[in-house]
């Protein structure tokens, strides 16, 4: 991909949408674009969480493992959209996997330089809580089926 076409696919994601060009382009310069194939393993659960996720193209899926050794599938998550910002935030290991079910574009942020902008930018941090309650409510209802 292109600077300018990093830059408007982070554009298009609620978490970084309210960002000025500026900070935009900053973003945009330490982000690494990956692709995955069909049944790929992009985040596993139980590993560190070393970075953030923003699916530019295809689709993945939130895959859980209980107690049981059950495999759910908690949720299924699109272009626009960030994954793996939990563990990033909260420095915990990351609580299930994602899977891609096609094949997927994403754009990766590591947790240094998120975290790094996130004290530059605290108004970033206002913009995730939505997209973390959202992750946890969606969780909660998969989990207890409510």
Partial sequence: ??????VDALKAVTLF??????FLTGIAKACVERSFEPDDVIV??????????VIVDGKVKIVKTNEQGERLELATH????????????????????????EQTKCLVLSAWDFKSFMETHPEVALDILPVVVKRFRETNTALTGQ
Avoid at 44 to 53: A, E, H, V, Y
């Fill in 44 to 53: 596993k659960q139980g590993n560190p969480g070393i970075g953030l996720f």
């Fill in 17 to 22: 949408a309210s960002l000025s060009q500026r």
């Fill in 78 to 101: 699109g272009p626009g959209e960030v994954i793996g910002e939990m563990s990033v935030l909260d420095g915990a290991n990351r609580s299930a996997d994602v899977v891609a079910i």
């Fill in 1 to 6: 991909m292109q600077h300018q076409e990093i």
